[in-house]
């Protein structure tokens, strides 16, 4: 089974927490934890020059072609340019879908601008990774707006998991998506007893973060059956990214 990290970087690095961010380290990672294929993107280039960020992720699908996928990271402040720039990466091999990170523009998801991007994500048929941690009221105003856009909420809501699970519940085109500090008890069962295997997604943040919390979790500790733990590591993300999974 090809193992699909749904969320994953590709960047300068955390230099000021001496974190490596480049391909060559995202490989070593996924070779360490059996991780086949990586969707990346470059958060770290959005609040200064998302085009150069897209450039480095560009790079990597160039290289690796079997092991990377890309969303396009853009700045939705300034839509018309960010519109442009997806169309452009969706046009280059391995780029998949779009990556909004509110904490850094803070504007709501469902901003006009924000909508402006969703909906075209929509027209064009590709997920949009949106990043979730706090607040999740916007996410399902969203939802609402932008009802035929493929949203992952990445993070899966952080410590208002719970809330990210009363929105996701309400709204089926909402994925859930894993990476984070988050790990409490059963917060993986919650989801798939809400939304249903099929709209969770194995996601690690590497190399930020250390893959083997999720990857024992989904493995080994949460009680899935082996179709729900098969759909959560590869073959939900496949379905989203067109990909083909044996």
Known sequence: MLII???AHICLGWEELGIPGHAERALEL???HGIGIACVSNSRALRHDYVRGNDLVAD?????PDRFRGYAAVNPLRPEEAIAEVRRRLDEPGFIGMK?????????????RHLTLLERAAEW?????????GDTASLGRAADEVPEAVLIAGHMGGYRWDQVLDVAARHPNIHLETCGSCTEAGRLEAAVATVGAERVLFGTDLPLLDPSSWLAI???E???TDKQREAILGRNMARLAALEVV
Do not use: G, K, N
Request: glycine share 0%; proline share 5%.
């Open 5 to 7: 990290d749904a969320h």
């Open 30 to 32: 996924m070779d360490r």
């Open 60 to 64: 990597a699908l160039r290289r690796w």
């Open 100 to 112: 909004l990170h509110v904490s850094h523009h803070q504007i709501a998801y469902d901003d006009p």
């Open 125 to 133: 048929q590709i997920p949009v990774l949106l990043h979730v941690f």
């Open 218 to 220: 989904i493995q080994e």
């Open 222 to 224: 949460a009680a899935l």
